[in-house]
């Protein structure tokens, strides 16, 4: 990713973050991995479209992003990473504050 100057480091977290969750298919892989608590990932190749491989690549930049987090046992396990999720939520609250005026 380019780097802009003097971009806090909350905006290069965010824009990290947004750029995870900028694919339609990480998107799904997100809410599937949400509606079932934890997932791994044949469960996931098993409801979408997509190849294991293709599947195992979003996961990684899901993962890498700080979105989701795996344990190894046995088979890869995900789930989602709470905390980074209310993370983005606060940085959008405090990137809406115009108010009524837009």
């Not at 380019?2 to 947004?18: C, G, H, N, P, Q």
């Not at 799904?28 to 509606?35: G, N, S, T, Y």
């Not at 930049?61 to 890869?76: F, H, M, P, Y």
């Amino acid at each position: 990713m380019k780097v802009i100057e003097s971009l806090s480091t909350e905006d290069v977290r965010a824009a990290e973050l947004f750029r995870a969750l900028g694919n339609p298919a990480r998107l799904r892989i997100l809410r599937e991995i949400a509606e079932r608590k934890t997932c791994v990932t044949s469960e996931l190749v098993d409801v979408l479209p997509l190849a294991q491989s293709t599947v195992s690549q979003h996961l990684k930049v899901l993962k890498e992003a700080g979105i989701v987090k795996g344990d190894v046992e046995g088979d890869l396990c995900y789930c989602i990473d709470e905390q980074a999720l209310q993370w983005i939520a606060q940085f959008c609250g405090d990137v809406c504050t115009c108010g009524d005026s837009c």
